[in-house]
T-cell receptor, first 111, second 112 residues
Framework: DVKVTQSSRYLVKRTGEKVFLECVQD?????MFWYRQDPGLGLRLIYF???????EKGDIPEGYSVSREKKERFSLILESASTNQTSMYLC??????????FGPGTRLTVL | QKEVEQDPGPLSVPEGAIVSLNCTYS??????FMWYRQYSRKGPELLMY??SSGNKEDGRFTAQVDKSSKYISLFIRDSQPSDSATYLC????????????WGLGTSLAVNP
């Protein structure tokens, strides 16, 4: 079974803090994705990566950056957290063009 | 207009009912169609995956794709309280595009 893990289930941070969200997958998938999910707005793609050190912007990259130094790990960075980044953050991975497998999510609250 | 439209519900049915969940889309290039189930405070999990038009059945679940009408459906037979979740449709073009386009999800409650 594919396993995608995320570093925290719940996180509370203050406005202006730098926030790191980490995602690890154990299936040697080359593709990894970061989404945020908000009521009424659904799943929105922030960034994705199809190889180590490669990244592509999704639909809402502003205010975020990513890092992929190892194949199994994909980090989402909020350079200066703001209250409008309070959300559920979901990481996913896939191989080739096949379906995406999701982690349990991190519920981030920015105060 | 969004590329993928999905009624958010909520949908409430009695146990044992047949449930029909639907998505419409505007991009005729979509070739791969998925249904994900998401329980409260969990990540989505893949339920059904179909390519192009036709039906696919897996236990109590049937996925249908009608490309001529740009319409996909998920049917749940003999619905159970454990089916209470949000159901998201997702779709993708053919080729190397790894990006999925998502519906907003339909919230389903199956009442015992």
């Amino acid at each position: 079974d594919v396993k995608v893990t995320q570093s925290s289930r719940y996180l509370v941070k203050r406005t202006g803090e730098k926030v790191f969200l980490e995602c690890v997958q154990d299936m040697d998938h080359e593709n990894m994705f970061w989404y945020r999910q908000d009521p009424g707005l659904g799943l929105r793609l922030i960034y994705f990566s199809y190889d180590v050190k490669m990244k592509e912007k999704g639909d809402i990259p502003e205010g975020y950056s990513v890092s992929r130094e190892k194949k199994e790990r994909f980090s989402l960075i909020l350079e200066s957290a703001s209250t409008n980044q309070t959300s559920m953050y979901l990481c996913a991975s896939s191989t080739g063009l096949k379906t995406q497998y999701f982690g349990p999510g991190t519920r981030l609250t920015v105060l | 207009q969004k590329e993928v439209e999905q009624d958010p519900g909520p949908l409430s049915v009695p146990e044992g009912a047949i449930v029909s969940l639907n998505c419409t889309y505007s991009n005729s290039a979509f070739q791969y169609f998925m249904w994900y189930r998401q329980y409260s405070r969990k990540g989505p999990e893949l339920l059904m995956y179909t390519y192009s038009s036709g039906n696919k059945e897996d236990g109590r679940f049937t996925a249908q794709v009608d490309k001529s009408s740009k319409y996909i459906s998920l049917f749940i037979r003999d619905s159970q309280p454990s089916d209470s979740a949000t159901y998201l449709c997702a779709m993708r073009e053919a080729g190397n595009n790894r990006k999925l386009i998502w519906g907003l999800g339909t919230s389903l409650a199956v009442n015992p």
